[in-house]
């Protein structure tokens, strides 16, 4: 069975840095892509990056140059690393790790921004 755990939210000020982490329990190679989402209150999640079992990256537009999702394949852990964060980067986030036509998330990790 997969499980998914995500850490690594909290309370930052603007400008400042978090590094979430998205833990898997079975080898992430099984998994194309793993992503990570956030959902604010009141909006649609949306997707923030998204990393391929070959290593390629996407990125929301609004987080380019700022969000970087990395993979540690020994750990089965996909890390964002998150700089400059704004009060609009608030929200839930939450990572889902594809496999085929399944998708399997866990519960969010919560970031909020102040200004």
């Known amino acids: 069975q997969v499980h998914v755990a995500e850490s690594g939210g909290g309370v930052v000020q603007a400008g400042g840095s978090l590094r979430l982490s998205c833990a898997v329990s079975?080898?992430?190679?099984?998994?194309?892509?793993v992503a990570w989402y956030r959902q604010a209150p009141g909006n649609e999640r949306e997707k923030v990056a998204s990393?391929?079992?070959?290593?390629?990256?996407k990125y929301l537009d609004s987080v380019e140059g700022r969000f970087t999702i990395s993979r540690d394949d020994a750990k089965n852990t996909v890390y964002l690393s998150m700089d400059d964060l704004k009060p609009e980067d608030t929200g839930v986030y939450f990572c889902?790790?594809?496999?085929?036509?399944?998708?399997?998330g866990g519960q969010g990790t919560q970031v909020t921004v102040s200004s």
């Open positions: 889902v790790a594809t496999q085929g036509f399944n998708d399997f």
């Open positions: 079975v080898n992430i190679f099984q998994f194309n892509p």
């Open positions: 990393i391929s079992y070959f290593g390629a990256t």
